[in-house]
């Protein structure tokens, strides 16, 4: 059974840094690319940033390009964010999606519960 | 403003079926056919429904049903169920500059 389990959620001031983790479990994690979803309570999805499976292809939203950075460690069967320069319209939940191919290319089959960064003083 | 446009609503009654559209241009939608479909219920995670414009992960019941033409994709359920309310969202591949994007949703009620 796909498992992915997201974790560093929680409140963080303007400006600061945080750093969310995906553990990931049930399936070759190094097959596939993996991507992070946020979700503004009550509001849309928006795609945040995806990663291939070796890390030879990254892509991030505009919004948040040059702030977020995704990383993954195939030893770790783990996904990464950094997030840095946070504000407050990068509030959201924030889930960890299996892609169904080994590029950024194609669906999010599997998904997280989801973590919640709020980011206010 | 989501990048792809869905109706904010749709209903139907147990049994009917219902259709909801997403609409693109051909830099997304259009231009690939890699539109997919996801369903959430409040407080849950979302679910794919539908990849690849028209077909279904296995343990989707075969009610679920996509397809496309042009820059326009349609999810279609048939005999809706009361467990089919809830809200769904479109995404299309959006090639390597914006890679994928997501419609507004569209909030399903059965009736």
New interface residues.
Partial sequence: EVQLVESGGGLVQPGRSRRLSCAASGFTFDDYAM?W?RQVPGK????VS?ISWNSGSI?Y?DSVKGRFTISRDNAKNSLYLQMNSLRAEDTAFY?CAKD?DYD???????????TLVTVSS | QSALTQPPSASGSPGQSVTISCTGTSSDVGGYNYVSWYQQHPGKAPKLMIYEVNKRPSGVPDRFSGSKSGNTASLTVSGLQAEDEADYYCSSYAGSKKSFVFGGGTKLTVL
């Fill in positions: 991507h979803v849309g999805l928006e795609w995806g892509d939203a889930y169904k950024i290319l194609n669906t999010f089959d599997y998904w997280g519960q989801g």
